[in-house]
């Protein structure tokens, strides 16, 4: 007997769902949103660790919180966005807590449910998951057929901070901003942020009016984008009186088809676009800030994300003198502040380190499958949401270069479409095998670190399932290909064994 049917002879606890969906941030709500309207016999419940919903919505809570991307692609296709692009964390939060209430979805989510482990057994074709509540501390246990999982790509409770030298010596506090502290008071205080991504934008123009000195520390430069916070093409269509639906699709199809032709300049005249985010940058800071050094990446464009800047307030605030960029190395931490390899120092009583993720793979849950520990490092990939040799399984993971829910959304669709082809077929297990022409397929990192190479995905690469040369056995980052190859996804194709 495996550990999974163990666990079942010895509890009289559990609790069966059809589907088992792993978090409420945007991807697991989404993931309710579609169970329930599209496959309305499946019974399925959401289990979420927090006291709420929202995922890196609620968990980031620093000074201006904001998407960096516009919301009419980040928002759900089945919901209209009516505000500006560029939202607060805070509206995010609203528009999702929207979609809960008029879906009815509430009673499907249980929130202060920490998954702690999933196991797969062959002989019951379940998923059996031990599941730690918080609230009374109590280990329940769940069964499901099929697990979705929402989970995201980070460890939620502790941001990625670098070792160095001294940091034990600094005699003010160090604050990540994933684990902000509510009450930081940083009103008339010398803060450095230590980043170049888009937290540290963001925290910049948030934070520069109150404190004494600003300085942004940052290793070497990123791109943005700074450009209104509005969309035209919504605005005329608003002044028109088109109804909402309409807008929110007609402005998402603009925004893809512009992304995309965004992407295919930056692969095929990649000096021509690094001049025009340059020339953006410098249309805010003058020709005398020296824009070679602290906003020129030595990559080309779309290697890492890159941020809009609602009315490019970074660089307001820098061209105001209310705020520093220092583009140098950090030597090591001094109980001042810190010293740099250039032998300057910068003094503080803040420190801020904007320095991004710890990546987990699968929400830091122990899986195995018919008792032996599952490494999803030795997993195959299949179009970056299944992966050989783990049945009734799918991970949803969005994009990089356009938002995130696009793709949760088309995973949706999918999910639903396979569910009601299993059904078709009374099958009750689902898998991807590689096919014959696949298996002399070379084994390839998760995602090409020539192509797009941020560090929490360079550090940690080892740990997330390998990819093909072919296009099923890749998570191919490319919406525009996705929105049609996913609905026509041949379900009986070989990739796909039934059982
Ligand atoms: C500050 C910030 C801004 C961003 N802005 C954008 C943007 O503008 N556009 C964009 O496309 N992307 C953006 N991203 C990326 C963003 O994380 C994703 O787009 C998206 O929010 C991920 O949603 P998710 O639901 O898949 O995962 P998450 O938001 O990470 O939510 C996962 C949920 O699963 C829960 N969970 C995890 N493990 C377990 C477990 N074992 N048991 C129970 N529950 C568990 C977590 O508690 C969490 O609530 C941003 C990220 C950050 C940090």
New binding site residues.
């Given amino acids: 007997m495996d550990d999974a049917a163990a666990l079942m002879t010895v509890t009289t606890r559990a609790e069966h769902v059809d589907v088992l969906v792993?978090?409420?941030?945007?991807?697991?709500v989404g993931g309710a949103y579609h169970l329930k309207t599209q496959c309305p016999d499946k019974s399925f419940v959401v289990?979420?660790?927090?006291e709420s919903f929202?995922?890196?919505?609620?968990?980031?809570a620093y000074p201006g919180?904001r998407?960096?991307?516009d919301l009419y692609t980040?928002g759900y296709r089945f919901k209209p966005w009516i505000g500006p692009p560029i939202a607060a964390g805070q509206a995010i939060l609203d528009y999702m807590g929207e979609v809960i209430e008029e879906n009815e979805l509430g009673g499907n989510i249980r929130y202060g449910?920490?998954?702690?482990s999933a196991a797969w057994s062959s002989a019951t074709n379940l998923w059996t998951l031990k599941v730690l509540r918080a609230e009374d501390g109590e280990t329940l246990v769940f069964t499901a057929n099929f697990l979705w999982m929402?989970?995201?790509?980070?460890q939620?409770d502790k941001g990625y901070t670098p070792d160095w030298e001294g940091m034990e010596t600094f005699q003010g506090p160090i604050v990540h901003p994933q684990t902000w502290p509510k009450d930081l008071d940083y009103k008339d205080k010398r803060v450095v942020i230590i980043g170049s991504g888009?937290?540290a934008a963001t925290l910049v123009p948030n934070m520069a009016d109150d404190c004494a000195e600003l300085t942004l520390l940052q290793r070497s430069p990123t791109y943005f984008i700074p450009g209104g916070n509005r969309n035209e093409l919504a605005d005329s269509l608003r002044e028109l009186k088109i109804d909402e639906t309409w807008i929110h699709e007609i402005v998402r199809r603009r925004i893809v088809l512009d992304q995309h032709e965004f992407t295919r300049r930056t692969f095929e005249e990649p000096e021509a676009v690094r001049g025009e985010l340059l020339g953006g940058v410098r249309a805010f800071l003058g020709e005398d800030f020296d824009v070679d050094t602290h906003f020129t990446p030595a990559y080309r464009p779309w290697r890492q994300r890159i941020a809009f800047v609602p009315e490019g307030d970074i660089f307001q605030k820098i061209a105001a003198g209310k705020a520093a960029i220092v583009t140098d190395e950090i030597e090591r931490f001094t109980p001042q502040g810190i010293l740099l390899k250039s032998g300057k120092t910068l003094e503080a009583d803040i420190i801020v380190t904007a320095t991004g993720?710890n990546l987990?793979v699968l929400?830091?849950?122990a899986f195995s499958i018919d008792g032996a520990p599952l490494d999803f490092g030795e997993t195959v990939t299949y179009r970056g949401m299944m992966f050989t040799g783990v049945p009734n399984m799918v991970w949803?993971f969005?994009?990089f270069r356009?938002?995130?829910?696009l793709r949760?959304d088309l995973i949706g669709d999918f999910v639903c479409r396979l569910f009601k082809h299993m059904d078709a077929k009374g099958a009750k297990r689902v898998e991807v095998a590689l096919r014959p022409e696949d298996h002399n397929m070379p084994r390839l990192p998760w995602i090409d670190p020539e192509n797009f190479n941020p560090g929490y995905l360079m550090r940690d690469m080892h740990l997330l399932p390998k990819a093909g040369d072919k296009p099923e056995w890749r998570h191919s980052q490319d919406y525009w290909n996705e929105k049609d190859v996913f609905p026509a996804i041949d379900l009986d194709d070989r990739a796909f064994v039934y059982g």
């Fill in positions: 792993v978090g409420a941030g945007i991807s697991g289990l979420e660790s927090k929202g995922g890196t919505w609620r968990t980031h919180v998407s960096d991307s980040f449910h920490k998954i702690l929402c989970q995201g790509y980070y939620h888009a937290t993720f987990s929400g830091e849950i949803v969005g994009y356009a938002s995130w829910t949760a």
